[in-house]
């Protein structure tokens, strides 16, 4: 059977179609001989979400977006996506399709989170939608507490330059003026001091180097003589040794005890006890060696002036005449 150059012009072109039409869809990312099926999420806002973005699961492509609409529930409109799964995957039921971005340059997807339902979705069912904070929302949230304290920093500034301002009066800027000619005048002061300081050095470096020569000898001798050094401490070591050693409590004690006594002896003095005590108290024995002081100066008295009363010697044994008695 001879086939027509014709039949064969239109076999090429449906190929052609058919081939057209699944390359249009596989650029989609829709492949017309893979088992699929559909899913819809209703979201309030969808932040940049296009048909054709990525539907993922764990970040491995599962499908993708084909319709996006705006539908109204309950008076408030609201935005219907539709959403083409090419894998086969068991999505189990009350899953959440959350709204994320895909990368850094704010690419949109839709991420699958699975529940813990054990009953999967089927083709047409309606998922848990959700969007993922926005950029601009992240960076208001980030932005707002910075600019609540910049807002404080400012008003807080704005009081320190009207105090600031209410004390640099001309008053004050004229002593701080005087106040920095001071403190110039403070450090010139100090430099001429550090020039003099410095031609005191060079002036006497010599007697410098000779201070600084006699320490050096000195450390030194104390250097060689360390082994005597030495030897001093360790005897007077010893002698600290013998007196801690030495039995001067006992010393001490006695001596306290002996204090004790000589404190009760002159108590018993004091209150006229004892023989010492009657003579300390009892002024009799006084006026007895008075009287007995005055009887002996009357009797030398006598004897220089009548020896012979007392003292009776002669030559011939002769008796001499008695003289009359002086009066007293």
Not at 72 to 93: A, S
Not at 290 to 302: E, I, P, T, W
């Amino acid at each position: 059977m001879k086939v027509s150059k014709e039949f064969k012009i239109g076999i090429v072109v449906l190929c052609a179609i058919a081939a057209f039409v699944w390359g249009i869809n596989y650029l989609k990312g829709s492949n017309i001989f893979t088992n699929k099926y559909y899913l819809y999420a209703v979201y309030p806002k969808i932040d940049g979400l296009i048909p054709a973005n990525p539907v993922l699961i764990k970040g491995f492509k599962v499908g993708q977006i084909t319709e996006i609409t705006l539908i109204k529930v309950q008076d408030t409109n609201r935005v219907l996506v539709k959403f083409l799964l090419t894998e086969n995957v068991d999505i189990p039921k009350h899953s959440v399709a959350k709204a994320v971005s895909s990368d850094l340059l704010g690419s949109k997807a839709v991420d699958l989170i699975f529940s813990d339902s054990k009953e999967n979705v089927k083709s047409g069912d309606t998922l848990v939608a959700r969007s993922e904070e926005g950029f601009k929302e992240s960076l208001d949230k980030r932005i707002a507490p910075i600019q609540a304290k910049a807002e404080k920093l400012i008003v807080t500034m704005d009081s320190v330059i009207g105090v600031v301002s209410s004390i640099l009066n001309a008053k004050t800027r004229d002593n701080l003026d005087k106040s920095f000619e001071g403190v110039r005048k403070a450090i010139l002061s100090l430099e001429q001091t550090a020039y003099k300081l410095d031609d005191l050095v060079g002036s006497e470096k010599v007697k410098i180097s000779s201070i600084l020569s006699n320490i050096n000898s000195i450390s030194s001798n104390l250097s060689r003589n360390m082994q005597k050094i030495d030897n001093i401490l360790g005897n007077i070591n010893n002698i600290t040794d013998t007196l801690a050693k030495a039995k001067i409590a006992d010393a001490v004690n006695n001596a306290e005890k002996s204090l004790g006594q000589l404190n009760i002896a002159l108590t018993r003095i004091n209150e006229g006890q004892g023989t010492l005590g009657k003579l300390a108290k009892n002024d009799s024995l006084y006026n007895n060696l008075n009287k007995s002081s005055n009887d002996l100066d009357k009797l030398l008295k006598d004897l220089r002036i009548n020896p012979e009363r007392y003292i009776h010697f002669s030559v011939f044994g002769r008796k001499e005449k008695r003289k009359n008695k002086p009066k007293d």
